[in-house]
């Protein structure tokens, strides 16, 4: 069973940054790619950024150039670290692993921007 811890989540002011930890319980090679998800309330959820095995990487338009995805695969760790929060990017953020057709989640994390 794998599963996938998230991290780091809060309540911050527009303009802040907060960083994103979701630690895995196998090792982070076993995973095609990994990203972080998030869902606001009334909307459906939407991939915000993906790292592959290869290290490629991928951003929701909305997110770049604000967040960087990054992994420490000696931690089997993935990190999404949010700069210039805006008060849309509220929401639950979820973890997401992939290995082949299998699809893991984490159980999210709140994020709340709040002046």
């Known amino acids: 069973q794998v599963q996938l811890v998230e991290s780091g989540g809060g309540l911050v002011q527009p303009g802040g940054s907060l960083r994103l930890s979701c630690a895995t319980s196998r090792s982070i090679f076993s995973f095609n790619s990994m990203g972080w998800y998030r869902q606001a309330p009334g909307k459906e959820r939407e991939l915000v950024a993906r790292t592959t095995i290869g290290g490629k990487t991928f951003y929701a338009g909305s997110v770049k150039g604000r967040f960087i995805i990054s992994r420490d695969n000696a931690k089997n760790t993935v990190y999404l670290q949010m700069n210039s929060l805006k008060p849309e990017d509220t929401a639950v953020y979820y973890c997401?692993?992939?290995?082949?057709?299998?699809?893991?989640w984490g159980q999210g994390t709140q994020v709340t921007l709040s002046s």
């Open positions: 997401n692993a992939e290995a082949g057709p299998r699809n893991y």
